[in-house]
């Protein structure tokens, strides 16, 4: 965005470099914000051209998120710093590691060296190595299932579902949830 809160022009124009740059829309505007906050507008031209280098270096991950905004925060930290991966983010290290799992391409493996040092890497599927949770969070809330939704909702939002819950059953059982003690169904007079 410009100062007067105006799209930059350089995002509104098509470029068809943009299919020799392999830069999605969407990444365009994240590069040229990433370019503006460091003052270096000037390095557009070379960010955009160390995209596609960086992708390749990265064995062609593709360029959807979270995977596209990864290499273009990469490609903007190669440019600015003046050397290639001086600076890597945290995230590169994921995607060098296989967090984010099978890459197309295998990554050099002098490039992996540089980027993670001897840090293992995932070969196999990255949620292989995460331990079965859905008994654990079916046992925690027990008292409070109705249905089996109930328990994905609190395995992805615990502290909103529990509450949820706690104010569900209070409903039920006609107590305010607030002054009240649910649990034993004492409610004040």
């Not at 051209?49 to 959807?64: I, N, T, W």
């Not at 273009?72 to 945290?90: D, H, P």
């Not at 290290?93 to 001897?118: F, N």
């Not at 331990?131 to 925690?140: D, S, T, V």
Request: proline share 6%; glycine share 6%.
């Amino acid at each position: 965005m410009t100062k007067d809160g105006y799209l930059n022009k350089k995002a509104l124009q098509t470029d068809v470099k943009g299919l020799i740059y392999q830069v999605p829309g969407g990444m365009l505007s994240n590069l040229m914000n990433q370019l503006k906050e460091a003052n270096a507008m000037d390095k557009y031209d070379e960010v955009l051209a160390e995209v596609p280098k960086v992708r390749a270096d990265l064995g062609y991950p593709p360029l959807v998120t979270p995977s596209s905004q990864i290499v273009g925060s990469q490609a903007v930290l190669n440019v600015l710093s003046g050397e290639r991966y001086k600076m890597v983010t945290k995230e590169v290290k994921g995607i060098v590691r296989g967090e984010y799992g099978k890459l197309p391409v295998e990554i050099k493996a002098d490039l992996v060296k540089k980027i993670i040092g001897d840090e293992p890497r995932i070969t196999c599927r990255p949620a292989d190595n995460i331990k079965p949770e859905l008994e654990k969070y079916r046992e925690e809330i027990k008292e409070y299932i109705e249905q089996e939704e109930d328990v994905l909702s609190y395995a992805l939002f615990p502290q909103v579902a529990m509450k949820f819950f706690k104010y569900r059953q209070a409903n039920k059982m006609n107590l305010d949830s607030e002054i009240g003690d649910v649990a034993s169904g004492i409610q004040p007079v």
